[in-house]
């Protein structure tokens, strides 16, 4: 399942917008769960908690938090993901400051044509599946970096056991039957999920 976040400031009071989005991402090659929002706040929380597996589009030009800032908190936040932008007037500056943080594609709402963006997010999908076990262990670990007191934490798994957080890096970076394990798990779910016992392995 692919979590697919939609930020536009306009979008979410506007249904018939919400109903053409819906038709236009039936065509993705992949299971999808869409979530929209007008609010950069409560996006990024959102973010946090879904985890790996998700893909923003992102209105490039909103007055709460442009699309660079909104892109710069999910990068500090160490959080991967693709985003895809989107803008009816591009400014060259904002591009710019967008793709210095890894910005996947961007799309003109002037195009108004939906296969242009369903292409980029089969895209972005193909992306994140063919590199999120490298992404999810370099994360991990400067994640760890900034939070070491976190490496003690104590996170329980399905299966009944507890382990150190630390120690799920370790398995990863050996890549041992459990570190592959770790890794499929994480890529449904956020650290911070895990660590406040939201989510468990």
């Known amino acids: 399942m692919i979590n697919i976040i939609i930020l536009d400031d306009e979008l979410e009071s506007n249904p018939d917008n ?3 989005w819906e038709s236009d991402l039936e065509k993705i090659n992949s299971d999808f769960k ?3 929002y007008s609010s950069p706040k409560n ?4 973010i946090e908690h879904l985890g790996h597996n998700t893909i923003v589009i992102l209105d490039m030009q909103m007055p709460e938090m442009n699309g660079a800032e909104f892109l710069n908190e999910l990068r500090n936040k160490n959080i991967t993901i693709p985003v895809i932008g989107y803008t009816g007037n591009p400014n060259d500056n904002l591009l710019i400051e967008l793709l210095k943080n890894d ?6 709402k002037a195009n108004n044509n939906p296969n242009e963006l369903v ?4 895209k972005a999908i193909e992306k994140f599946k063919d590199n999120i076990p490298l992404e999810l262990t370099d994360a991990l670990e400067e994640y760890l970096n900034r939070r070491p007191e976190r490496k003690e934490k104590k996170i329980h798994t399905k299966d009944g ?8 890096l370790e398995e990863m970076n050996n890549n041992t039957e459990m570190g592959v394990d770790y890794q499929k798990a994480l890529y449904k779910m956020s650290f911070e999920a895990l ?4 989510k468990q392995l």
């Not at 056991?161 to 799920?168: A, P, V």
């Not at 660590?195 to 939201?198: A, I, K, R, W, Y």
Request: hydrophobic share 45%; no cysteine.
């Open 34 to 36: 869409l979530e929209i």
């Open 103 to 108: 910005l996947f594609s961007y799309v003109r």
């Open 119 to 122: 292409e980029y997010i089969n």
């Open 195 to 198: 660590l406040d016992g939201e």
């Open 18 to 20: 919400i109903e053409l």
């Open 161 to 168: 056991r507890i382990i150190q957080f630390g120690d799920i």
């Open 43 to 46: 996006a990024l929380e959102s």
